[in-house]
């Protein structure tokens, strides 16, 4: 049984999205839910409980992170999704994707179609580290049979994979050993600090689609695990305040960084990653063609990418990278 923390008032109760006993709270909305859910032992050990317990209890309210909230609630989205359109005389749900109704078989939102396109099943080749959505059989590699990863699905690896890149750069600042970059930052404005962190992040993320390219043959597959990614960190936005319709141009932007990169990497193959480590340093400090500072965001580039492959590796196949062998 699930022990969680009352978000309202920091009693402890058995189940999440129970109503408290002390307060009667009870998680409505799929951001209420998603708080719920992240305040219980699924996230975290007794004593971080303890402490959010104790917090909540002395009026303070808890550091959500808005990326991780828009992950967790996404699920809780489709459930409501389903409960408001759901036609019980019929049987009949209109797809949350195209709109067109269909006779779901369990609580899915997306009709067959748009499952298969936007949502589908992910299939993995061992021996080659390939995935492919669930429409084939075989490797187009090496030609092995691959193995259907039951449960794991194109929406859910964008999410993790979105709150992966908000919990790297979370945990340690990546500038740490860039001396020129730590101090170009340090002189922006303070205006200009949190679009700058913004490019920054967006930077972490196309990394991450590099990352992905790796793994991921299908170009289909790529831009539905691209496009989740890209909204998670839409909905992040609107967690922090930004209004829905403000909001719609956050992935429009974020793929026309995405775009601008993948055409600097072309341009150049022999020097991508300087090039590219210039353009990003242009973009998030104003500071364009400066050796130093471009050869520091090479390093910051290396250490992503690195750390990406690892994430996108666990997430897709399910496993860490094969041991370096011994001797
Ligand atoms: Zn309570
Ligand atoms: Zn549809
Ligand atoms: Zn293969």
Redesign the pocket.
């Known amino acids: 049984m699930t022990l969680a923390v ?1 978000t ?4 402890y ?1 058995f189940g999440a999205l129970v109503r ?1 006993e ?4 009870l998680p409505v909305t799929a951001l209420d839910k998603a708080k719920a859910m992240t305040v219980s032992d699924h996230n975290f050990g007794g004593e971080t409980l303890e402490e959010f317990k104790n917090l909540i209890e002395a009026g303070t309210e808890l550091p959500y992170d808005p990326v991780s909230l828009a992950s967790s609630s996404a699920p809780f989205q489709e459930e409501a999704y389903f409960e408001e359109n759901f036609d019980f005389t019929n049987g009949m749900l209109s797809c949350k994707r195209c709109n067109c109704p269909f006779e779901p078989t369990s609580e899915e939102v997306f009709c067959p179609r748009c499952m298969e396109q936007a949502n589908p099943l992910l299939s993995v080749c061992m021996s080659c580290d390939k995935v492919y959505d669930s429409s084939g059989n075989f490797c187009q590699k090496c030609g092995n049979r691959l193995i259907q990863r039951s449960e794991r699905r194109a929406l859910e690896v964008g999410r993790e994979i979105a709150v992966s890149v908000r919990r790297i750069l979370s945990n340690k600042d990546p500038l740490e050993q860039c001396e020129l970059l730590l101090q170009l930052r340090g002189q922006l404005p303070s205006e200009d600090l949190a679009s700058s962190q913004h490019e920054f992040e967006n930077f972490a993320m196309y990394t991450a689609v590099m990352a992905l390219r790796q793994f991921v043959e299908s170009g289909e597959l790529l831009v539905a695990i691209v496009k989740e990614m890209v909204e998670i960190y839409r909905a992040s936005f609107v967690i922090q305040g930004v209004r829905e319709v403000d909001s719609q141009q956050i992935p429009v932007l974020y793929m026309r960084r995405f775009d601008e990169y993948d055409r600097v990497v072309a341009r150049n193959p022999d020097q991508w990653m300087l090039l590219l480590a210039d353009t990003v340093t242009k973009n998030c400090y104003g500071v364009e063609r400066h050796l130093k500072a471009a050869m520091e965001m090479v390093l910051v580039t290396g250490f992503f990418l690195k750390v990406m492959q690892d994430v996108c590796r666990s997430i897709l196949m399910g496993r860490e990278a094969p041991s370096p062998k011994a001797g």
């Open positions: 009352c309202a008032c920091g009693q109760k408290c002390r307060c009667s709270h």
